[in-house]
RNA sequence: CGGGGCGUGGCGCAGUCUGGUAGCGCAUUCGGCUGGGGGCCGAAAGGUCGUCGGUUCAAAUCCGACCGCCCCGACCA
């Protein structure tokens, strides 16, 4: 029940200042969120219902494979985290009591949920277990941006598997991926299950759930058959002509020509036939050379999972001291580690000559230097996957996760138990997150339009808006009344605007908003005995009889997404 | 962390270059008209111009420091 002259809903004409992308703005402007700070949000009472919503449905879901719901503090001993070696982690909040007793805000609750398991759980007997929270997260963004996208404090809803073996983690995996299909798909989300990098999170293997829109972060690649996050995306690599092969390399003259695109044009060959050497700094092990093919980029993720630490790339003054002068150099006789991207399977490509203005043609990778070969270079739009389908890569927002952990924070906190046979194990884990703001954005992002949010039912704040165009003490505004408490009385959340507003603010508002339904109650259809219905999503509308109107818009309702 | 931008009534902006009594639109309050896509008339309220310091007879405006916010990149369990 939700007069609108009762409710604290500050809906905006104007697009705010400062608001980028599609969920920030109209997120704003429909009233459901306002920002305290950078990376911090409030929900306002429209914004909090769809979350809430978003949230009951994960619950649901959640509890349906098992899941036990629970809540543990926000607030951590920074102790728990120097156990697990996360303590160092650069986005964790720390601060001191007033005893100057190391504290934590929790980014995440891997420590304190397998602290309590390590202390309550003994027996085989009492695995497995699947427990969760809906808590907030704190976590020191380095740039937060987008509106609710990227903050520093959010709800996510956590979950732990513990589980005596690897094949009960499988279990509970699959329990949750069967959850989270569920979940996304009651959310109206379109929405791709991906494989990803296990990241700082350690462990054997992660998927992560994608819902495209232009606002993501993080880009997929997609095909027929394949969805997978670009930082771990594998495809074939589109032929390339290459010339006759030489006895040896062949010094040539090219002045000028720093770029891939110069030296192709300069030497008359595809950019697939040259190298393209990009020279990186590895942490212990220095500088490092990846070789891709000209046409191809480096994914920095694979380059330095092969290397088995993080990279970034040399300085100029860097490349010019070890290797030779920017722009020219190239894998032969390279005073550093080289590791050539598979793709790179021919035997005469062009690459710098580590001289100024000089590059070698004729070079055969497996003759003419050493190198380690990994796949390290980044997929593209085009590249078909080995089934043969096509790639595209489009921008997605990660709205949930799942981790395989294994034991890493089992046996870091001491989480064993005892087998049928008296030996002891340490629990095998699962990790699970969801972030329902990530869910209310994407929705928006994926179904707005030039008016409004465009919610789908069950992310809705309310099922539907009613619109009355007569003002207070009018005979019309009696007979939207009794539409309001008939429509309530049945079940259904109404935003009645009662207002004594313009027809034209209340309707662009109603559309701005963006319940799946408008019920208008005019003066002129009320005349024909009816009311006005007009489906958000696709704009239709119809008339239909004041009586039975109830009954008719619950069915209409049960229609629509 | 590197680069860029912004901070002036609730919101969106002008004014800053060239120092001289702080403005516009919308919103708000009151009175009236209007009543199917943000309408009209009249009256009113509301601003230490982010903060601190400096220059000056005089600072929103010039100088310095700091704070906050946004965008691009880096980063992002």
Known sequence: MSRRTETFLPTLREDPADSETTSHRLLLRAGMVRQLGSGLWTWLPAGYRSIAKAEQIIREEMVAIGGQEMLLPL???????????????????????RRESDLVLGMTHEEPVTWHVARDVRSYRDLPLILFQIQLK????????????????????????????????????AKH????????????????????????????????????????????????????????????????????????????????????????????LAQGALLKAIPVMAGDRGLVMALVRGDHSLNELKLSNVIGEPVRQATPEEIDSEIGPTGFIGPVGANCPVICDLAIDGNSYACGANEADRHLTGVDPTRDFQAERADIRAVQSGDLTEGG????????????????????????????????????????MGSYGIGPARIIAASVEQRADDKGISWPRALSPWDLSLVPLSKQGEPERGTADDLYTSLSEAGLDVLYDDRDANAGEKLTDAELIGCPLRVVVGKKSLAEGKFEVQVRKTEAEESIQVEGATDAITGLLDTID
């Open 75 to 97: 607030m951590q001993p920074a102790e728990i985290w120097r156990e697990t070696g996360r303590y160092g982690i650069g986005e964790m909040f720390k601060l001191q009591d």
């Open 138 to 173: 704190e976590r020191d963004e380095p740039r937060p941006r987008a509106g609710v996208l990227r903050t520093r404090e959010f709800s996510m809803k956590d979950s732990y598997s513990f589980d005596r073996d690897e094949g009960g983690m499988e279990e509970s995996y």
């Open 177 to 268: 991926i069967a959850a989270y299909d569920r979940i996304f798909d009651r959310c109206g989300l379109e929405w791709h299950r991906v494989s990803s990098d296990v990241g700082m999170m350690g462990g054997a293997g992660a998927d992560e759930y994608m819902a495209p829109c232009p606002a993501g972060e993080d880009s997929i690649a997609l095909a027929d058959g394949y969805a997978a996050n670009i930082e771990v995306a594998v495809s074939l690599a589109q032929a390339v002509d290459l010339p006759s092969p030489a006895d040896s390399p062949t010094k040539v003259e090219t002045p000028g020509s720093t770029t891939v695109e110069d030296v192709a044009g300069a030497l008359g």
């Open 389 to 428: 389908s096509r790639i595209e890569i489009v921008p997605a927002i990660e709205v949930g996760n799942i981790f395989k952990l294994g034991t890493r924070y089992s046996e870091a906190l001491g989480a064993t138990f005892l087998d049928e046979s008296g030996s002891e194990h340490p629990i095998v």
